[in-house]
C-alpha cells in the first residue's frame, strides 16, 4: 500500500468520490442522515429515508416514527437498544410479546417505538393493566418498561402487591432520579440534596431503594444495573425474561436534561461516569456498613427464589 501524501488536494477528491460511490451502494451500508455541522442537529427527513433496510434489529422498531425524540444522551435509547438486542438474541417473535406502559419519557422505550402490541396507559397503571393482559393471556410475554415516576411514583402500590402476588410478568424500571418528561420535579429516587424545579432548596428526603423494596416484597428475580452497564444489563433482562413469576430490574439511567440541569451534570458522559463510580457489585458490599453503602448503587442479582 502506497502512502499518499494528506496535502495533495486531489486526495481529497478521489476519497469524497469513493464516499458517494459507497452511498449510491443503496441500502448496502449503514448511512444515519446528515448532520448540520453549526447546530449539530439531524436531518429527521434524511434520516429516516437513508436509514438501512436491513439492519437486523429494524425489524423491532416502528420505523414510521424514528428518530427517537430522547435528548441528545438520554438513556432512553440505551434501555431500546439493550431491550431489542435481548429480544433479538433470544429469538422472541415479538408476536408472542405485550408490552405495557404508562406515562415519561421512559415509558417512550416500549410505545411507541418497540414494534410489538404495545398498551401505552395513564399515568402509574401499567402493572395493572399488564396484570389483565397476563390473566387473559396466560401464553404471552408480558413485558413493562416505564420510569421510575411512574413504578415507583404513582403507582408504586401496584408493582409491591404485583411483586407479593409474584405474578408472571417482567419489570424493566428506568430510573433516572427524576421526572423527566415534566421538567424534572423530585421524585421518589431523587437522591438527597438536589436541587429540582419542586425541591429549589435540595431534596431533604432520602431516595427509596426501589430494588431492595420489590426484593423485601416477593418476586422470583430482582436486580439492578445502570445504562453503563449495558452488556451485564442485556444479560440479566433476558433472565428476568426467561424466569417464572415477578421479575423486575431497576435500571438506572441518566437524563442528562431534566436531572443533569439540576445535578451539575448536564452532559451525557458526565451522567454514565456517575452511574459507573458510585456502582458497586452486590458481591462485593459483603461487610459494609449502611454509611458505606450511602449514594452507591449496588448491582447484579439482589435476589432469587424458585416458587
Ligand atoms: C395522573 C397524572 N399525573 C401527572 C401526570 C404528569 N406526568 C406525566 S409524566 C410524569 C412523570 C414521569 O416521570 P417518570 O416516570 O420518572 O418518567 P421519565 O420522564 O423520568 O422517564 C408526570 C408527573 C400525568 N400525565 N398523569
Ligand atoms: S428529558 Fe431526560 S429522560 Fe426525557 S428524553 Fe430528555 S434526557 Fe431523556
Ligand atoms: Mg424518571
Redesign the pocket.
Known amino acids: 500500500m502506497s502512502i499518499r501524501d494528506l496535502s495533495d488536494p486531489e486526495y481529497f477528491d478521489e476519497v469524497a468520490e469513493a464516499n458517494a460511490e459507497e452511498r449510491s451502494m443503496d441500502g448496502l451500508r449503514p448511512t444515519y442522515g446528515t448532520v448540520d455541522p453549526l447546530s449539530g442537529l439531524m436531518d429527521p427527513a434524511e434520516s429516516v429515508s437513508s436509514r438501512p433496510e436491513h439492519h437486523r434489529l429494524l425489524k423491532y422498531l416502528r420505523r414510521e416514527i424514528l428518530p427517537t425524540t430522547f435528548c441528545t444522551g438520554c438513556g ?1 435509547g440505551t434501555v431500546l437498544n439493550t431491550f431489542t438486542n435481548a429480544i433479538d438474541e433470544m429469538r422472541i417473535d415479538p408476536k408472542e410479546m405485550v408490552c405495557v406502559t ?6 417512550w422505550i416500549p410505545s411507541p417505538y418497540f414494534l410489538c402490541d404495545t398498551l401505552h396507559t ?3 397503571r401499567a402493572i395493572a393493566f399488564a396484570c389483565g393482559v397476563k390473566v387473559m393471556k396466560p401464553d404471552m410475554k408480558v413485558i413493562i418498561i ?6 415507583a ?2 403507582g408504586g402500590n401496584h408493582l409491591i402487591h404485583a411483586a407479593r402476588r409474584n405474578i408472571d410478568i417482567t419489570v424493566f424500571l ?1 430510573n ?1 432520579f ?5 421538567g424534572g ?1 423530585v ?1 421518589p429516587t431523587t437522591p438527597f440534596g438536589i436541587r429540582t424545579t419542586t425541591t429549589p432548596y435540595a431534596n431533604v428526603e432520602h431516595p427509596m431503594r426501589i430494588a431492595d423494596l420489590v426484593a423485601a416484597a416477593g418476586g422470583s428475580y430482582v436486580a439492578r444495573w445502570t445504562t453503563f452497564h449495558a452488556f451485564q444489563l442485556m444479560e440479566s433482562m433476558q433472565y428476568a425474561i426467561r424466569k417464572k413469576g415477578f421479575s423486575f430490574i431497576e435500571v438506572m439511567s441518566q ?1 442528562p436534561v ?1 436531572f443533569g440541569k439540576s445535578a451539575g451534570m448536564k452532559d451525557p458522559v458526565s451522567n454514565l461516569k456517575y452511574l459507573r463510580d458510585n456502582s458497586i457489585h452486590v458481591d462485593g458490599t459483603k461487610g459494609m456498613s449502611e454509611e458505606e453503602l450511602e449514594g452507591k448503587f449496588v448491582v447484579g442479582r439482589l435476589v432469587e427464589r424458585n416458587q
Open positions: 432512553g404508562g406515562i415519561g419519557c421512559s415509558s395513564t399515568h402509574g416505564a420510569g421510575d415516576g411512574d413504578l411514583g404513582i428506568v433516572n427524576i421526572y423527566g418528561m415534566t420535579q421524585s437524563c431534566s
